[in-house]
């Protein structure tokens, strides 16, 4: 029998904007262009933001959340590549800054340290984004190498709101 070579792993965060109800558009792009993928999403987010079962169905592995306890084995290998989609204000800002107070931004800021790329799609409201903090993070972010999609509010333009460019952080990564 043929022994195929491991995909290489995908780190997908997920935070709590709006637009994760969408997340399984990225899962399917990212398996789709030969990525095996594991979710890690924050608290928040995993209150109501999207479809946890679907998402599980869907990388047949667990989303996570919570801290292992000490015994247990890390669940996903190391990542290859790692995206954040979509990043909130809060978890850039908190990245940035090294409070790795969550899962999900405790990984993110271990990966300065992994020599992967890392891509960010951020989903922050025009009024946030001018907040000096925020500013700061993305200077910030941007000189440990992190990728960033161009700004997107969520907010309608003539009456439209904008499509998520959920792909466009996979061709970050190339
Ligand atoms: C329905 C809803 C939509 C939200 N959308 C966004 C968003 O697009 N961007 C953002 O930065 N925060 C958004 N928020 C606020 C975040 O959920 C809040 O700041 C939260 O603390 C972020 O937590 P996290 O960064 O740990 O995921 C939204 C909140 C709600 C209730």
């Not at 792993?9 to 993928?37: M, N, P, S």
């Not at 850039?92 to 340290?113: F, H, P, S």
């Not at 200077?139 to 499509?163: A, D, K, N």
Request: hydrophobic share 45%.
């Amino acid at each position: 029998m043929t022994q195929h070579p491991p995909k290489p792993f995908l780190y997908v965060v997920v935070c709590a904007a709006g637009v994760a109800a969408d997340v399984g558009r990225l899962i399917t792009a990212a398996q789709e262009r030969g990525w095996d993928v594991g979710v890690f999403a924050t608290p928040v987010a995993m209150n109501g933001f999207f479809d946890t079962a679907a998402v599980e169905a869907q990388t047949g592995r667990p989303i996570r959340s919570a801290w292992r306890t000490p015994g247990e084995p890390r669940p996903f290998p190391p990542p290859d590549a790692v995206v954040v989609a979509p990043a909130t204000f809060n978890t850039i800002n908190k990245w940035a800054a090294g409070l790795a107070d969550t899962l999900a931004v405790a990984t993110l800021c271990e990966t300065c340290g992994m020599g992967v790329p890392v891509a960010v799609l951020p989903c922050v409201a025009d009024t946030l984004a001018t907040h000096p903090a925020y500013q700061d993070s993305l200077v910030r972010l941007r000189g440990m190498g992190v990728r960033f999609g161009e700004p997107y509010s969520g907010e309608e333009q003539g009456g439209v709101r904008p499509e998520f460019p959920w792909e466009r952080a996979l061709d970050l990564l190339d």
